[in-house]
């Protein structure tokens, strides 16, 4: 990899770190999509799911902004996978989501710099679990 994408990695980072902060501070509230998410299919019309909304509208128009500005340099590393297989990593991402009672933001992020041991151990869980399936997936020729 070169230091071109490890500096676009950092900067990303530090700028999901920061947000996430800011979201704690301001607001009192921790920036789980899959919570999100899940409260907009409860199709219950809060403010809360207007700003949830909102958020995942911008997060959807930054990337395509990044992908106009930046136009061959975004990677696209899931060009000729199977749909059905991409469906079914969606449905069992959401799944695991659910059992774990939040996401990489809300665990990942969010739990870990606020010294969660619960979130400690959902990322633990979900990180061997990626790691084992791309291993597994490798091995048996599915991905390359």
Same mark, same amino acid.
């Given at each position: ?6 500096? +676009? ?6 700028? &999901? *770190? ?11 509230? %921790?920036?789980? &999509? =899959?919570?999100? /998410? ?5 199709? =219950?019309?809060?403010?809360?799911? %207007? ?8 997060? %959807? ?5 990044? +992908?106009?500005?930046? *136009? ?31 996401? !990489?933001?809300?665990?990942?992020? /969010?739990?870990?710099?606020?010294? =969660? ?5 959902? !990322?633990? /869980?979900?990180? !061997?679990?990626?790691?084992? !399936?791309?291993? %597994?997936?490798? &091995?048996? *020729?599915?991905?390359?």
């Amino acid at each position: 990899m070169s230091a071109f994408f490890d500096a +676009y990695a950092l900067v990303g980072g530090l700028l &999901i *770190g920061l947000s996430a902060t800011l979201l704690l501070l301001l607001n009192g509230r %921790i920036a789980g &999509i =899959s919570g999100i /998410c899940a409260n907009l299919l409860s199709l =219950s019309y809060s403010g809360k799911n %207007i700003r949830g909304a909102l958020f995942l509208l911008a997060m %959807i128009l930054a990337g395509g902004i990044t +992908y106009q500005l930046m *136009g061959d340099a975004v990677a696209m590393p899931r060009e000729g996978f199977p749909v059905w297989l991409l469906a079914l990593s969606g449905f069992l991402v959401g799944v695991g989501t659910r059992l774990a009672n939040g996401c !990489t933001s809300g665990h990942g992020v /969010c739990g870990l710099g606020r010294r =969660s041991w619960r979130s400690l151990m959902a !990322t633990l /869980c979900f990180m !061997t679990t990626g790691i084992l !399936t791309v291993l %597994i997936l490798r &091995i048996s *020729g599915v991905l390359v």
